[in-house]
């Protein structure tokens, strides 16, 4: 039985960052059709698609918690603050190991304030009242729905391009390439057939319905499939598993997009993509979670004001070493960040385990 449910997560995962890497397509793809400014496709559809598998996990935890399962707010909590933890920390950290990464001045000044201004405000809201009602959640996407069109009208008057998020599924036979005989020729036709099939509407409708099922499928299966190896195979609390096993999981698209534009020299879109999935996480994902909660909201405990804080050092460290050496990351920034998650990530599973106790984070009320 414990194998099963472990299989079922790892499916889970899958299909949520292929789900979510097939829906970046097709609606990228749409928009294109449309005509609609690479700017705009970027900023909304891309952004929301790499966090489609955040939102999913959030709203069906917060599903849960309105039909009694109280665990399913820890899985927001979790889910939110250990993936903006995840993806400053470790995949900036590894980031900026491969290549060094610049800061664009309106990240420095703008963005990451922005970012840790909002992660103040959501300690805050779930402090004030030991917990986040729904009128909360509303609160949140507000503030998400300002920052969008604030930004789309920066984005208007600078006229700057942003380029759209490589997925893997678009790594298409380079033409003049030699044809590779067996399995690889077969593979080779299959992509070429997918990027052919790319330019055409109803594909591209298909694709994106296609990419939604599969992430909500694949959230459903993470989200109940982590909380059964929690509770019945490793006997510990759902939170660390949300903070841990679900956050890393519904990570993996940023992760993989960032590590792969480092690697590829597009060290701009590293560094856009994460900041901008954090906000959306805090405002737009988490709202959605606590909206989706109703009358029963989610509370606020001390694990989840610890990680908070944790979050908010986070994007410290990122706006401090933002300014160090040409305004880039490097080897330094990438080492700091890695000890810190490290070394946070360890104390919480010790302190969840029993072998070191939990440190009593001061409360703000």
Excluded at 131 to 154: P, V
Excluded at 342 to 351: L, T, W
Aim: aromatic share 8%; hydrophobic share 55%; proline share 3%.
């Amino acid at each position: 039985m414990a194998f099963l449910w472990i299989v079922l997560l790892l499916v889970g995962f899958v299909l949520l960052v292929k789900g979510a890497d097939f829906f970046v397509d097709g609606a990228s793809g749409i928009a294109e059709k449309l005509h609609v400014s690479t700017f705009i496709i970027g900023l909304t559809v891309v952004a929301l698609g790499t966090s489609a598998p955040e939102a999913a996990v959030s709203i069906i935890g917060g599903i849960k918690a309105s039909m009694g399962d109280v665990s399913g707010t820890q899985v927001i909590m979790g889910n939110v603050l250990g993936s903006n933890m995840i993806n400053i920390l470790l995949i900036l950290g590894i980031s900026s190991l491969i290549t060094k990464l610049p800061v664009e001045k309106s990240s420095r000044y703008i963005e990451i304030p922005f970012l840790i201004a909002i992660s103040v405000i959501f300690i805050f809201l779930g402090d004030l009242g030991g917990g986040f009602a729904w009128y909360d959640g509303l609160i949140l996407i507000a503030l998400y729905a300002a920052f969008m069109a604030y930004t789309i009208i920066m984005a208007k008057r600078t006229r700057q391009p942003v380029l759209l998020e490589e997925s893997a599924a678009d790594a298409t036979c380079v033409e003049g390439a030699p044809v590779r005989a067996g399995f690889g020729g077969f593979v080779d036709k299959v992509k070429a057939k997918y990027g052919e099939l790319k330019g055409k509407v109803w594909f591209l409708i298909v694709l994106t319905i296609a990419g939604l099922a599969m992430v909500v499928g694949g959230a459903q299966l993470v989200v109940d499939n982590a909380q059964t190896i929690a509770e019945e195979l490793l006997h510990i609390p759902t939170g660390i598993v949300a903070l841990t096993v679900v956050a890393f999981g519904t990570s993996l698209p940023e992760l993989v997009t960032s590590v792969s534009a480092a690697r590829k020299g597009d060290v701009g879109l590293a560094t856009g993509n994460i900041i901008g999935s954090n906000i959306a996480n805090i405002l737009l994902i988490a709202g959605l979670g606590f909206v989706s909660s109703g009358s029963v909201g989610a509370p606020f405990d001390v694990s989840s004001l610890a990680d908070g804080y944790v979050s908010i050092i986070a994007a410290a460290i990122l706006l401090v070493f933002s300014f160090f050496k040409g305004n880039k990351l490097g080897k330094v920034a990438g080492i700091t960040m890695l000890i810190v998650l490290v070394a946070y990530y360890s104390y919480r599973i010790c302190a969840a385990c029993g072998v070191c106790p939990m440190i009593k984070i001061p409360t703000i009320f």
